[in-house]
T-cell receptor
Framework: AQRVTQPEKLLSVFKGAPVELKCNYSYSGSPELFWYVQYSRQRLQLLLRHISRESIKGFTADLNKGETSFHLKKPFAQEEDSAMYYCALSRPTGNQFYFGTGTSLTVIP | DAGVIQSPRHEVTEMGQEVTLRCKPISGHDYLFWYRQTMMRGLELLIYFNNNVPIDDSGMPEDRFSAKMPNASFSTLKIQPSEPRDSAVYFC???????????FGNGTRLTVT
């Protein structure tokens, strides 16, 4: 069965420090992976998806099929990055999106 | 486009009462999803529709939960009777096409006392 694991519920880093939010998945096929973000008092929104291979707001995420991971990284955290981050998996068959339990990131000024 | 619109934003009700949550997807989107968000479990998929037809309702926790999509611009999630453990934030999301990114509404925060 497909599953998305985000091992850290809470993560705090200082402004300017690197940040990495971990995401591991289990799926036998080739899933699509996404990162969604929810800023305070805003709706959940797409941050990036692995097939786009783009950097959004300084964040990048590389799909590592060997380690079944899709960690989200940013070299220098900013205060406005404080938010709830969800890793999500979409199967090629069926249109369900499976989300991890989320990681709450706090960037300390 | 105003995005996905959910109502009400907040709902407080007593145990045993019927609760109806509403969602208007983005115009033209052919997929609609209902999610429940809790601290313990994060975001759980309850049910999703494609072209107004329910495709997968395996996430619906119990028979107390039901969802309908009478047309392309409206969906409801109903809980009858409600229980305190149903307290959560319920999100509606829509998407255009298969495996496309989801667009979420602001959610409905449900509190059952």
């Amino acid at each position: 069965a497909q599953r998305v694991t985000q091992p850290e519920k809470l993560l705090s880093v200082f402004k300017g420090a690197p940040v990495e939010l971990k995401c591991n998945y289990s799926y036998s096929g080739s899933p699509e992976l996404f990162w969604y973000v929810q800023y305070s008092r805003q709706r959940l929104q797409l941050l990036l998806r692995h097939i786009s291979r783009e950097s959004i707001k300084g964040f990048t995420a590389d799909l590592n099929k060997g380690e079944t991971s899709f960690h989200l990284k940013k070299p220098f955290a900013q205060e406005e990055d404080s938010a709830m981050y969800y890793c999500a998996l979409s199967r090629p068959t069926g249109n369900q999106f499976y989300f991890g339990t989320g990681t709450s990131l706090t960037v300390i000024p | 486009d105003a995005g996905v619109i959910q109502s009400p934003r907040h709902e407080v009700t007593e145990m045993g009462q019927e609760v109806t949550l509403r969602c208007k997807p983005i115009s033209g989107h052919d997929y609609l999803f209902w999610y429940r968000q809790t601290m313990m479990r994060g975001l759980e998929l309850l049910i999703y529709f494609n072209n107004n037809v329910p495709i997968d309702d395996s996430g619906m926790p119990e028979d107390r939960f039901s969802a309908k999509m009478p047309n392309a611009s409206f969906s409801t999630l109903k809980i009858q009777p409600s229980e305190p453990r149903d307290s959560a934030v319920y999100f509606c999301a829509s998407s255009l096409g298969f495996a496309s990114p989801l667009h979420f509404g602001n959610g409905t925060r449900l509190t059952v006392t």
